[in-house]
């Protein structure tokens, strides 16, 4: 968007500790100087404060440890920081370990959704009275669609919801919640649905990361099932230049889905990782890499085939998607690769432990 014509914004970002949320902090700060960042991240498993290091000196820039489920720190912050649009990315996203364990996933996207909610509702009167216009973004996935068999037309933002994990229920009932705020309250909400990310700044339990990370450690790339499954793989920069429109332009009561027009199959996939990481790592313990493809018992309940039509952002909008999946592979391959640094860290033992429950 351009910074020429706008009023400078205070923006509150959720989960930005996280990976889609740290690279929408990111995008944010690098092309909106001049606004007021707060980020507020409770920093468990998947946030990673070290993610925003190179911001913390900026004099517009504010991190906050703390959860969304505090109501009293989340009233507090709307009103010290005068905040006039909410960006909400913190959610526990992970299927395997809403498998494992739902109530953490109810807790945070659910009950952390619903307060941030209302304490926006509680304080927007006095936004409105200072003649301020308000945003609450409520950023969200396809997976509350269900699944899609092979012929069936992609999700579009009037499919019904049918939510299969106990992860994808969640982040259902929260995005009933967000549309529910706007016709019940008048609160300017809008939700965006969007397609499985990748890119910088990935924790290593999902997929892409996971199978860069794998390969270098000379370590077996498990692949659930027969490695069909579909997924459209949307680059998280693109993802975040989407964001960005919508809250400049999108209309509040409105949904817009957000894909990346890059259906692939898990397996082909990871076989394209293989061979960007076969020609980008000299030094790879293994070669050719996809000689550590295993194939696991597949995810209890594995939705077959998501695909997202993003027809309605680009047509009212003005937006779409930026790179193809093979770009994206490749920029994230060299991103692994330039900085184990940060993700090296990450490989600790609860980590380790996490991944044999899952993979063994």
């Not at 809008?190 to 390969?215: A, D, Q, R, W």
């Not at 790592?281 to 295993?294: C, G, K, Q, V, W």
Request: charged residues 20%; aromatic residues 12%.
């Amino acid at each position: 968007m351009s910074n020429s014509s706008r009023t400078p914004r205070s923006i509150l970002i959720t989960g930005g500790a996280g990976f889609i949320g740290s690279n929408f902090v990111h995008h944010w700060c690098e092309s909106y100087p001049d606004d007021r960042v707060v980020v507020l991240d409770a920093l468990t498993y998947a946030g990673n404060r070290a993610t925003l290091a190179d911001l913390e000196e900026k004099p517009k820039f504010r991190f906050v440890d703390g959860d969304i489920c505090d109501r009293d720190l989340v009233e507090t912050l709307l009103r010290e920081e005068s905040i006039d649009t909410v960006a909400h990315f913190a959610a526990e996203s992970h299927v395997d370990r809403s498998i494992l364990g739902p109530d953490a996933f109810v807790q945070t996207n659910v009950i952390g959704t619903f307060v941030l909610l209302e304490a926006f509702r509680q304080y927007y009167p006095a936004l409105t009275e200072a003649g301020k216009s308000g945003l609450f973004l409520h950023v969200s996935t396809d997976e509350v669609y269900g699944s899609l068999e092979p012929d069936d037309p992609a999700f579009s933002e009037t499919t019904s919801y049918e939510p299969n994990s106990p992860y994808s229920a969640s982040k259902a009932s929260s995005d009933h919640f967000a549309r529910a705020y706007f016709h019940t309250y008048g609160l300017p909400t809008i939700i965006t649905n969007c397609s499985n990310n990748y890119g910088p700044y990935h924790f290593p339990e999902k997929l892409v990361p996971l199978m860069c990370i794998n390969m270098l450690l000379g370590k077996p790339l498990p692949v659930y099932g027969d490695g069909l499954n579909v997924r459209d793989w949307l680059f998280v920069r693109d993802h975040c230049t989407a964001l960005d429109t919508v809250i400049h332009l999108g209309k509040p009561g409105e949904t817009y889905n957000i894909g990346g027009n890059n259906e692939v199959a898990n397996i082909d996939l990871v076989k394209m990782l293989c061979g960007l990481m076969d020609e980008l790592a000299p030094n790879l313990p293994t070669r050719p890499s996809e000689s550590l493809i295993t194939y696991v018992k597949d995810r209890a309940g594995h939705d077959r085939r998501y695909a997202i039509d993003a027809t309605k952002i680009e047509t009212e909008l003005g937006w779409k998607p930026s790179v193809t999946v093979e770009e994206g592979l490749r920029q994230t391959v060299e991103w692994y690769l330039a900085n184990e640094a940060w993700w090296k860290p990450l490989l600790s033992a609860e980590y380790q432990a996490y991944y044999d429950t899952v993979y063994q």
